[in-house]
């Protein structure tokens, strides 16, 4: 009886979700339906851009008291865009609400468009989650230590992340842990913010990551180590471990977290899996000193610096600017 009583609310459930999901991917047939005959009838004008001009404000008197806020002049400007965006409708995602295709239709950029809508079907992202990882320039930041063709090959699943640049974001935004703008932050209360945020800190480290263990301790010989914190990334099938930092980084954390490393892939890691990944999350760096520090041959070390606030554009074309620089110095 108990087995069956599970089932039967396995079936309810299930079928209220699917109704929620039909009704939502309903609205956003109705939308695109709204906004292909305003763009019909715009190109019928005979004064193309006088017409459409007052069309949709003229549409939104009439309809908007009959049938509510829903289609408003600003709906309605929406669902223009929206059929202007996605022009075939089999090319709509019945996963997605109305909402996330309003986000998405607000990005201008047809790259950033594709990455955003693509990472939101493989992550199962809600609206505020899509609306969040824009606000945090995501992409933007990705950009800055890999190329756009690289950036959409992951996010189309043509092309796995190998590389610690293409797993882990540099740099990260951890603003939704709600701490103040201290000058100093101890170590171990960053981390526990982060455990008690976890699913937003996952959001942030990005795809395919699962949480392992939080000051992981290991034994070499009569000395003792605690890791701050394991995780495991299955669709690059290896272990990335992250070490905090309240300030700078330093040669001798970089030894350190090296030592984690070699640590996991002689004693953790499995024969099919790949070599471990170490990130050094501080708030500052020094990439000459990173670059000294490790072999010239490295790929599993990197530095992430980390910020409480996110990103302005300003911040981040400074940035950009200074990525640029140092790879041209670099050669």
């Known amino acids: 009886m108990k087995s069956l009583v599970t089932e039967i609310r396995s079936i309810i459930e299930s079928a209220r979700t699917n109704a929620v999901r039909s ?16 763009v019909e009838e715009e190109q019928n ?4 851009a006088e017409y459409g001009k007052g069309l949709i404000k003229n549409l939104a008197k ?8 829903g289609f408003s002049f600003r709906q309605l400007n929406f669902a223009r865009q929206f059929y202007l965006a996605y022009p075939k409708v089999n090319a709509l995602r019945s996963q997605f609400n109305w909402t996330q295709y309003r ?7 047809k ?3 594709e990455y955003y809508e ?3 079907a493989n992550n199962c992202w809600t609206a505020r989650q899509l609306q969040r990882q824009i606000n945090s320039m995501l992409y933007e930041r990705l950009l800055l230590s890999n190329d756009k063709k690289a950036v959409l090959a992951m996010a189309r699943k043509e092309k796995l992340p190998e590389t610690p640049q293409e797993i882990v974001k540099d740099p990260m935004v951890l603003e939704f842990l709600g701490l103040e703008k201290k000058t100093h932050y101890y170590e171990s209360d960053l981390e526990t913010e982060l455990i008690n945020h976890l699913q937003e800190f996952m959001l942030e480290l990005g795809n395919g990551f699962t949480f392992v263990a939080r000051q992981k301790r290991i034994q070499i010989e009569d000395d003792e180590f605690f890791i701050d914190l394991v995780f495991y990334n299955r669709i690059a099938r290896r272990f990335v471990i992250l070490e905090l930092k309240t300030g700078k980084a330093t040669h001798q954390d970089l030894g350190q977290l090296q030592m984690y490393v070699n640590y996991y892939d002689r004693y953790e890691k499995l024969p099919e899996e790949n070599p471990t990944i170490g990130i050094l999350l501080c708030t500052a ?5 990173v670059k000294m520090t490790l072999p010239a041959d490295n790929s599993t070390i990197m530095t992430s610096k980390y910020q409480l606030f996110l990103p302005t554009e300003q911040q981040l074309i400074e940035e950009v600017e200074r990525v640029k620089k140092e790879w041209e110095e670099a050669r």
């Open 45 to 48: 004008g005979h004064s193309r």
């Open 111 to 113: 790259d950033k468009r």
């Open 62 to 69: 009439e309809i908007e008291p009959e049938f509510g806020s």
């Open 285 to 289: 760096k020094n990439d000459t000193l």
């Open 103 to 109: 986000t998405l239709i607000q990005i201008a950029d």
């Open 23 to 38: 009704v939502d991917f309903c609205r956003v047939q109705m939308y695109w339906q709204i906004g292909r005959r305003i």
């Open 118 to 120: 693509l990472e939101t």
